[in-house]
């Protein structure tokens, strides 16, 4: 029994191999009215224009031009018509309206003087003038997006402008997610000593959803070579199977040996405080990804391998993730060689000019989930340093920003 | 017939009086599990300890401390034992597991040496060394969140740990989404010259259910006063009603005067760029929000009014949009006493410790969505200003960041 991982991964390199073993999905058709926050699995380019005829910009009267050259000196009186515009003739429009036909200019109302059967128009007007062209916002044909683009709100708006009343899609990403760990109870029932109620998988089966991906919550596996074959075989089918605990290197830390005999190890033991532990192999084309059984290793890694695992099955570039400047308030030790994930809380700042107080918690155990929940978020040393002093500026990484 | 508004309301004003005319909703148990993204309406206190038992925080050999007295000068053999450790017993223990009964600390297996029915103890510890004890994450009856808590992954995990099955939330505000104008067509019909299809209705309903509302996406309804009446009256049972469209001061703009008939009219007219026809105003305890028929003015006003909204009927307060630094490449114009939202692109940096490029795109066309779905954010010129001069650093909000 050891306590050293033989081959330790840097984080960069883990998600680069990572890169490598998960594939991008398959793609479906789903209409444009549920197909927020998916991604698109094609290039799209606009089927109709928009808008796809010439439209007044102003409240006021569709004229010809040339009718109103003279009334920049004195005004000029025009027939007031409902059909369309002759010479002489004058229709009113509001902002929006169809421009009549014959007409190439708008009078803004607040230029004219109104008496019934006529108008008065008191300034002359150019072609084209206070009209919005065909195709103002966007062109038939016209390139909108590429593959890879996650739809937000104004983009199905600008979709079902265009013509599309369906789009292609990557499908959600299906992850399923396995707690082990022969300690853990289920929720309803009381723990006794010894025995610790499953939160883990809970906890990322939400950050599976929230990051685009479809979880099936499995029941807990208990620490038993044939029980973890078995739930990682019965899953295979899906993009992501993800398990929590198992992965350090005790006796009854079974995952990387059951992974390895039905496929593929490919990291474990990562370069990361917390979350050392963690590690991914492939069985049958499945990532098969181990978060430790530590909730705040758990959390950690989730957030480093997993999101971007989603990512990939999912097609798209995850943003990134939203940060807030301040200044260190105390040290962030950390292990050279090592990414530290320095738990902290942001105050301020105060005023306008100055900075947010960064403060690490004082705990850096694992175990600690608390620590987590009470925090703001996250400052990040990386492997080549020694720690930060305080004093120092940093970005606090919020990892759970809502929208 | 004019283009004034009576009595313009600054954005700030606006959202004061929004705050005082919407209550917080009722409330509702859910089950931990189904408790993701939603917002704590009690505070809650820990039922049960995390851990709610001493364990040992070291794989090794649980001891009582005063028997490894010696090992600090030579090897102390102690008996292993499975079951409670008594004097001058060790009982093998993994990270996390039950300390047995007798013990007091844990001496790490680095610093043993296995015999088989003895163990050499090649250090002495202390009592509680290696030893986690109760309630090192959260103690019984700590307090661990406030009212008005949004719920987070880590979140989910710590309730079931401190013996939450289920949790009291605010409901999600119900929303009402009714597009209007005589112009507008149903998704899946070709519109003919001077109309357009309906895409304001279908943003909107997306961004209530993004920000944590529950929209109801109406049929669109047409510039008429009792149609107009018996939409708002259909849905007063509702939190909140948003209309699109009608907001205007042309003679089809009647939603003001329909509502004005039926309750109050609060604000009609604000000192906002794009978004300059909003307003709101309250029916039978409802708001009803009066977003304008421009879709870029739509999504301005829906993320400056209806976010604040439904955060106060649900009970929160909206995490802050993340922002990106960055230095404008071309001055942004904006006309003093408004506060003009200006859609820009974002690039780079290049390199650590340079910045990033914002250029303000070439339309502020309130009816040119593309621009808003190719731009990257918004750069929010406040009042005072007449505009920003190019080479001014700025922080770009990004409101389409996903998680």
Redesign the interface.
Known sequence: ?T?EFDDVARLAEARERLQEVVASGDSETVS??AA??RTLAAPVRARRA????E?A?M?GYAVRAEDTQRAGRSPVALDVTAEDVGPRNAAQV?????LPDGADAVVM??QTRDFGDTVEVEASVTPGENV?PVG???DTD?H??DTGH?L???????L??AGY?EVEVYERPRVSVVPTGE?LVP??EE?E??E?????G???A??V????GQAT?REIVTDDIDALGAAIDRDTDHDIVVTTGGT?V???DLLPAVVGERGSVEVHGLAVRPGHPAGFGVVDDTLVLMLP?Y?VSC?VVATQLLRPALARAGGFD??PI??TPGVLERKVPSEPGMRTFARVSVEGPEADGEQATVTPTRTS?A???????LSDGWVVVPEGSEGYEAGREVAVE?W????
């Open positions: 029994m306590n444009v009215g927020a926050g928009v808008p796809h005829y439209r910009a409240d509001h902002t929006g309206s169809h109302v607040e919005a103002e916002d966007v016209q909108l997006y996650r937000a709100a104004a983009d199905l708006g600008l079902r402008g009343d300690e929720a309803g723990p000593p010894g610790i109620v499953e939160t883990n809970l906890s990322v939400r950050l959803e929230r990051w685009g919550y350090s005790g006796e009854r059984g909730p959390l995850p943003d939203p940060r155990g175990g600690v989930l608390s620590s987590v929940t919020r759970d920003w809502e929208p």
